[in-house]
């Protein structure tokens, strides 16, 4: 399982980026999906997460109300919009895959996942 993130930056508060986890080699259908961040000096920390159908998503208290997290199946691909960013913010952002069989009520636990991609970097900053 691979996965590719993009999308990260510079941005100045109050800024917005998306970002992209892409999948190759395999397909998200059959996925859940979850975004990661790690910030130096503290654990990698799950700010949202997606199930399959894209029915179901969990938020972070952090960024509740500023991110959208989705997921176009038919691009293979998940999104996360990142709006009014703040300067806590910056961060590595990564996604993650496990098999949507698992928990969806343990999608923001980095126990979940043992596909990872190898993240980007977002930093907000004027």
């Known amino acids: 399982l691979q996965l590719v993130e993009s999308g990260g930056g510079v941005v100045q508060p109050g800024g917005s980026l998306r970002l992209s986890c892409a999948a190759s080699?395999?397909?998200?259908?059959?996925?859940?999906i979850g975004w990661f961040r790690q910030a130096p000096g503290k654990d990698r920390e799950g700010i949202s997460c997606?199930?399959?159908?894209?029915?179901?998503?969990i938020y972070a208290d952090s960024v509740k109300g500023r991110f959208t997290i989705s997921r176009d199946n038919a691009k293979n691909t998940v999104y996360l919009q990142m709006n009014n960013l703040e300067r806590e913010d910056t961060a590595v952002y990564y996604c993650?895959?496990?098999?949507?069989?698992?928990?969806?009520?343990?999608?923001?636990?980095?126990?979940?996942?043992?596909?990872w991609g190898q993240g980007t970097q977002v930093t907000v900053s004027s």
């Open positions: 997606i199930s399959s159908t894209g029915g179901d998503t």
């Open positions: 993650a895959a496990v098999a949507a069989m698992h928990p969806f009520r343990s999608c923001m636990s980095r126990a979940s996942y043992a596909a």
């Open positions: 080699g395999f397909t998200l259908d059959y996925y859940n």
